[in-house]
């Protein structure tokens, strides 16, 4: 079972940029197809951005984040970023990052969490 561990969350005004990143223990992490994903207060979480493996970088974003978001991975360092730009105050959200099948995500790390507040 692969260890998660989110970072680079925090306050920022809307419009403004957050990088955040993802460390994953797991041996094989260049083959698995990975996501981020968000949990807003009182909603569900959802699957914001995607991004495949084995060596390629196919990337898919949710409507709500595209053209905004970038994720990208670095596989000599097990991470996987989601560079966030043009925050809006709805994507105030706890932030998480695990493999982009339904079904087959490891246990969840602790999330990071992103407010756009002025």
């Known amino acids: 079972q692969a260890h998660i561990v989110e970072s680079g969350g925090g306050l920022v005004q809307p419009g403004g940029s957050l990088r955040l990143s993802c460390v994953v223990s797991?041996?094989?992490?260049?083959?698995?197809?990975m996501g981020w994903y968000r949990q807003a207060p009182g909603k569900e979480r959802e699957l914001v951005a995607t991004?495949?493996?084995?060596?390629?970088?196919?990337?898919n974003y949710a409507d709500s984040v595209k053209d905004r978001f970038t994720i990208s991975r670095e596989d000599a360092k097990n991470t996987v970023n989601l560079q966030m730009n043009s925050l809006l105050q709805d994507d105030t959200a706890v932030y998480y990052c695990?493999?982009?099948?339904?079904?087959?995500?490891?246990?969840w790390g602790q999330g990071t969490q992103v407010t756009v507040s002025s």
């Open positions: 991004i495949s493996g084995g060596g390629g970088s196919s990337t």
């Open positions: 695990n493999r982009a099948i339904d079904g087959l995500q490891w246990s």
């Open positions: 797991e041996p094989f992490f260049s083959d698995y197809f």
